[in-house]
T-cell receptor, first 113, second 113 residues
Framework: DQQVKQNSPSLSVQEGRISILNCDYTNSMFDYFLWYKKYPAEGPTFLISISSIKDKNEDGRFTVFLNKSAKHLSLHIVPSQPGDSAVYFCAASVTGSARQLTFGSGTQLTVLP | ETGVTQSPTHLIKTRGQQVTLRCSSQSGHNTVSWYQQALGQGPQFIFQYYREEENGRGNFPPRFSGLQFPNYSSELNVNALELDDSALYLC????????????FGPGTRLTVL
């Protein structure tokens, strides 16, 4: 039973355009959400997070949106750059649960020059 | 500031053997979590250590065990290796039990033949 789902295994966008990566979750207890980026042969790198008390968080080119009623979050990257090409994982956790992260299966983003 | 480091980078074992993987947490962090990432999937939580005590465990059998040392470094031990244990093992560190963001090391690639 996948509690965090990333239904798009891959996404291609042109350099300079917006990349939108989506993530759905089923566990309503999740109250903290994160996005990680992973290059081959490296560990996941933290990008941005959002608490369930917010619906948007921005950091430079990266913005995360949270829709609690739809149990959906998205990551927007504007403008997309070739160096953004990587696998993106969304993750969720519950307060008081040792903050164990439940990950989606990832989306491979390719930014075309 | 030193990031999370893991050793070894790669390891090849045969079925039935035992393996120990090591992790040094990021400077200032006292909580270590271990994850298993199978090919094409997101990382799965194994367990977490806080101040040398196990503080949460995922759906992994007892042959997966761990330790945390006074300097907050950690070991993951896997006994009676099975072919399905072949995966990337990731260590993540954070601060305290409420540390929201976990920072990952580069991982150890374990191959079981």
């Amino acid at each position: 039973d996948q509690q965090v789902k990333q239904n798009s295994p891959s996404l291609s966008v042109q350099e300079g355009r917006i990349s939108i990566l989506n993530c759905d979750y089923t566990n309503s207890m999740f109250d903290y959400f994160l996005w990680y980026k992973k290059y081959p042969a490296e560990g996941p790198t933290f990008l941005i997070s959002i608490s369930s008390i917010k619906d948007k968080n921005e950091d430079g080119r990266f913005t995360v949106f949270l829709n609690k009623s739809a149990k959906h979050l998205s990551l927007h990257i504007v403008p997309s750059q070739p160096g953004d090409s990587a696998v993106y994982f969304c993750a969720a956790s519950v307060t008081g649960s040792a903050r164990q992260l439940t990950f989606g299966s990832g989306t491979q983003l390719t930014v075309l020059p | 500031e030193t990031g999370v480091t893991q050793s070894p980078t790669h390891l090849i074992k045969t079925r039935g053997q035992q393996v120990t993987l090591r992790c040094s947490s990021q400077s200032g962090h006292n909580t270590v979590s271990w994850y298993q990432q199978a090919l094409g999937q997101g990382p799965q939580f194994i367990f977490q250590y806080y101040r040398e005590e196990e503080n949460g465990r995922g759906n992994f059998p007892p042959r997966f065990s761990g330790l945390q040392f006074p300097n907050y470094s950690s070991e993951l031990n896997v006994n009676a290796l099975e072919l399905d244990d072949s995966a990337l093992y990731l260590c993540a560190s954070s601060f305290g039990l409420a540390g929201d963001t976990q920072y990952f090391g580069p991982g150890t690639r374990l191959t079981v033949l």
